[in-house]
């Protein structure tokens, strides 16, 4: 193939998302390349999630992508808790999506969800024969909701060329879902080491700025409020690390860390955490800020996570991270992190002991940074593509 691979990436929307920073970075990445077009398809041009609603054109991802040169389309739909059904989408969109769709070598998923779009083109018979990737990013398939069956029933129609999970108890747990005839690819999130980086006079600006002292211990949640990040396992352990630290402070970043979410009100009156040391920043388009303003990055999470985005992007910066054993977060943070019980005690204690010992982690965490650069991964990813393009050739 002598002009650049023609690359469709469907999202269910653009929105805060670890998952969506990551491929985001793919795509802008390959596309600047040269070899490789890419263009997006977002179902949703909005989403109404953790209690708030995120316009696609105000979301970083969406000017990531514009500012790279990447064509971007909608089906203008608004994203909710449950993805669109096969069924649910009008002629109108299907006639769109199928142009869209028939000018591609290669289609790639961000996740399972939007695999109902392409299930109703396969229907009516619309689904041209590009190679067709689902990039995977969670441990456990059972919350997926309906796009569970969705990727099965693509699998065992013979469409669903590829699975490319970021993890490999992503691979593993997907396994029996999509069946020996779909090829399994596991490539490893990587971070952008130049842009997530330690720096000192960026910390004590932002500390500044924050209200925090240059010494202050202070722990990062990066996540948004979601039952799968269990935000009061977080708030729970913020209550009991609180106790027996009188200095510390904590801040929470992501979707619905907000004083105007209710539910997170709540939650932490429930918990007993003291709001005078809390700090509820929402999403931001500033995280490598962020997590250099932070001691330890935590990730209190109850299931679906596979190669968890904020522990490499914090441990990058200079943040020690400290997780629960979910996913591929053990391997991860191998040699450099904490990983702790499902109880706040035992996760306000690691906190504490990381703190005590901060330099020393922090001299560790910095030192694994080139394994965690995106180089390797985006070698990985350009040659699954190139070689799906070649498969999709082959067919035809």
Avoid at 208 to 223: D, Q
């Amino acid at each position: 193939m002598t002009r650049p691979v023609r690359v469709l990436s469907l999202y269910e929307g653009l929105f805060a998302g670890g998952a969506r920073v990551l491929h985001t970075n793919v795509v802008t990445a390959l596309h600047r390349g040269g070899t490789q077009e890419h263009r997006v398809l977002s179902i949703a041009s909005q989403a109404a999630r953790e209690g708030t609603v995120q316009r696609m054109e105000d979301d970083l991802r969406h000017r990531w992508l514009t500012d790279a040169g990447v064509a971007v389309w909608t089906l203008g739909r608004t994203a909710g808790s449950v993805p669109p059904a096969p069924e649910d989408f009008s002629d109108a969109e299907l006639e769109r999506a199928a142009e869209l769709v028939a000018d591609a070598d290669v289609i790639l998923t961000l996740k399972e969800q939007p695999l109902g779009l392409l299930l109703a083109l396969e229907r009516r018979g619309w689904l041209s024969d590009a190679a067709i990737a689902a990039c995977l990013h969670r441990s456990d398939p059972t919350h997926s909701g309906p796009a569970m069956r969705w990727i099965s029933e693509l699998a065992a129609s013979g469409r669903l060329t590829s699975t490319i999970s970021c993890a490999h108890s992503t691979s593993d747990a997907y396994a029996r879902f999509t069946g020996p005839a779909t090829s399994r690819i596991v490539i490893p999130n990587g971070v952008d080491t130049r842009r997530f980086r330690p720096d000192g006079i960026d910390r004590a600006r932002m500390r500044e700025e924050l209200g925090l002292g240059p010494g202050t211990p202070v722990v990062l949640f990066a996540a948004r409020f979601d039952a799968m990040k269990d935000p009061e396992l977080f708030l729970g352990s913020v209550a009991a690390h609180a106790a027996r630290d009188g200095n510390a402070q904590y801040l929470l970043c992501g979707a619905g860390m907000t004083p105007e979410n209710p539910a997170l009100v709540e939650a932490m009156a429930r918990a007993g955490v003291p709001a005078e040391r809390m700090r509820l920043l929402g999403i931001r388009d500033d995280m490598p800020s962020v997590y250099r303003t932070a001691d330890v990055v935590a990730l209190t999470s109850a299931f679906g996570e596979a190669s968890p985005l904020c522990l490499i992007e914090g441990a990058a910066s200079g943040a020690i991270p400290v997780t629960t054993p979910v996913g591929d977060a053990a391997r991860n943070i191998r040699g450099f992190g904490v990983v702790t019980p499902r109880d706040p005690a035992a996760i306000a204690a690691a906190w504490a002991k990381v703190i005590s010992r901060r330099d020393v982690h922090r001299a560790a965490a910095l030192a694994a940074r080139p394994r965690l650069s995106d180089e390797r991964m985006l070698h990985a990813y350009r040659f699954a593509i190139e070689g799906l393009a070649g498969v999709a050739e082959v067919a035809a």
